[in-house]
């Protein structure tokens, strides 16, 4: 069975969750490069539905190959923090409106 949770092996994959902090210095790195979202996706390899959603901070989880490629471009450093229970609930608090 393959298991999905951050921090998990999945398959040969390992799974990586990133913070809200981390979601906007990505944003924040590609308005200063002045890059497009398009633009980066072709740098990484990677789909520009998904940094737009790395950039909203609606998608957490991300396989770590496609975080070190997004590092190597933006060179930037972007920490996982799926064993980081502290992190995951201040970022669960952030993402709450009151």
Excluded: W
């Excluded at 790195?29 to 909203?56: D, F, P, W």
Aim: glycine residues 6%; hydrophobic residues 35%.
């Amino acid at each position: 069975m393959i298991n999905k949770k951050a921090g998990k092996s999945c398959g040969k994959r390992k799974i990586v969750q990133i913070s809200n902090a981390s979601s906007e210095l990505i944003k924040a790195t590609i308005q200063e490069k002045h890059m497009s979202y398009r633009g980066l996706a072709k740098l990484t390899g990677m789909n520009v539905s998904v940094i737009s959603h790395m950039c909203a901070g609606t998608q957490k989880r991300f396989n770590e190959k496609t975080i070190q490629k997004l590092e190597s471009v933006l060179e930037i450093s972007i920490p996982d923090i799926s064993n980081d229970a502290e992190a995951i609930i201040r970022d669960m608090e952030e993402g709450q409106t009151i």
